[in-house]
C-alpha cells in the first residue's frame, strides 16, 4: 500500500505467485514468456498488437504454471493481439482458496507483477459489483488463476496502458453464472471503453483423485482429453448452460467451467456469435505422469 497525495491511499496486490507460477523477476520472465510463444505448441511468434477495431470479445485462457501451460495460453494472446488489444480486460477466474464470498470483485488499486503495476478500472468494477457480485477483496489476496493472466498481457502490451476488472468466482452453478454473465455484459454496453472478457479456466485434473481416475487401459492423459473434448464442444457451441449439465453429468474436473459460462452469457449478449479453439494440450506433454491438467485457448467472437 502506497500514499498518492493528500488523502489518497492507492493500494497495490503484490503478485502472489511470481517465483511458483512463472519467474519472479522481469528479465527471466520476459524470457519465458517468449519461449511460450516460439515453444512446439505454442503461437510460433511474437505477436505484436495491431491498432484496429477488435472483432474479439471473449477468450479462454488456462492459468497452470507457464512451463505447463504457458503454450496453450500464447494463442489466446496471439490471436488477441492481432485481433485488436482492449482498453479494459473484465478477467474471471475460479476460486481455489475458498477464501472470500461467492462472486467477488476487487474494485479499487492495483496488481503489481514482475512486469510492472496494472490499474483496475475502478468505474467498471463499481459498476460490476451488484446482486450477487460482492466488492470483496480477500478472495483475491492468494488466489492465482487471474494473476497469472497479467504477465502476458503486460508483455504483449509493450508498455501501452490497460486496466482490469478482477472477478474471482467461488459459485459456478447456472443460475450464479447468469446473472453474473447479465451484469457484466450491462456493464460493458454502458461503457465506452473498448472491453475483452477472459475466462480463466483449466480442463480436467486427471488422476488426481478416485473421482478422476481414467477408465481400465486409457492412459491419464487420453482420459483427460476425451473428457475435454465434451466440454469443449459445448463451448464451441456457445451453450453455456449445457456446459454446466454436461461437466456435472460426466465429472469433468473442470476448475473454471462458471467463469467460461459466464463470459459466454456476457459475449452473446454483446452480439458474439462464434467460438474457435486454437489449441488444446495438457501437462503430459511437458511431463507425462500418473496425473494430467488438459489446457484450451479458445477464441469467442
Excluded at 100 to 117: E, H, R
Excluded at 165 to 188: H, R
Amino acid at each position: 500500500m502506497s500514499t498518492l497525495g493528500r488523502g489518497f491511499v492507492n493500494i497495490i496486490r503484490n503478485a502472489v505467485v511470481a517465483g511458483q507460477f512463472y519467474p519472479g523477476n522481469e528479465k527471466t520472465l520476459r524470457q519465458q514468456i517468449e519461449q511460450c510463444f516460439f515453444d512446439k505448441r505454442g503461437f510460433g511468434s511474437i505477436p505484436t498488437v495491431k491498432k484496429e477495431e477488435s472483432i474479439l470479445k471473449g477468450l479462454v485462457v488456462p492459468h497452470a504454471g507457464f512451463i505447463y501451460s504457458g503454450a496453450i495460453a500464447s494463442h489466446a494472446y496471439g490471436r488477441l493481439a492481432r485481433q485488436g488489444f482492449a482498453e479494459t480486460f473484465i478477467i474471471l477466474g475460479p476460486n481455489h482458496t475458498g477464501m472470500g464470498s461467492g462472486v467477488s470483485v476487487m474494485i479499487q488499486g492495483s496488481w503489481k507483477t514482475p512486469l510492472g503495476v496494472v490499474d483496475l478500472d475502478e468505474p467498471l468494477a463499481q459498476a460490476i459489483t451488484t446482486g450477487i457480485i460482492d466488492h470483496d477483496s480477500s478472495a483475491h489476496t492468494y488466489e492465482h488463476s487471474i494473476e497469472v493472466q497479467l504477465p502476458f498481457l503486460q508483455y504483449i502490451a509493450k508498455g501501452e496502458r490497460f486496466t482490469f476488472v478482477p472477478v474471482c468466482m467461488m459459485m459456478q452453478d447456472y443460475e450464479t453464472v447468469q446473472e453474473v454473465g447479465d451484469i457484466i455484459a450491462t456493464a460493458v454496453q454502458r461503457s465506452k471503453r473498448k472491453i475483452v472478457l477472459i475466462a480463466s479456466s483449466d480442463f480436467s485434473h486427471a488422476g488426481f483423485n478416485d473421482q478422476s481416475q481414467p477408465p481400465k487401459g486409457l492412459r491419464v492423459d487420453e482420459y483427460a482429453t476425451k473428457q475435454d473434448a465434451l466440454a469443449i464442444k459445448e463451448i464451441l457451441a456457445l451453450d453455456p448452460k449445457q456446459l454446466i449439465k454436461t461437466v456435472e453429468e460426466h465429472h469433468i474436473t473442470m476448475c473454471g467451467f462458471g467463469p467460461v459460462a459466464a463470459m459466454l452469457i456476457a459475449t452473446k449478449k454483446l452480439g458474439a456469435n462464434t467460438a474457435e479453439l486454437l489449441k488444446y494440450g495438457t501437462s503430459y506433454e511437458v511431463y507425462p505422469d500418473s496425473s494430467c491438467v488438459g489446457y484450451g485457448a479458445i477464441v469467442v467472437s
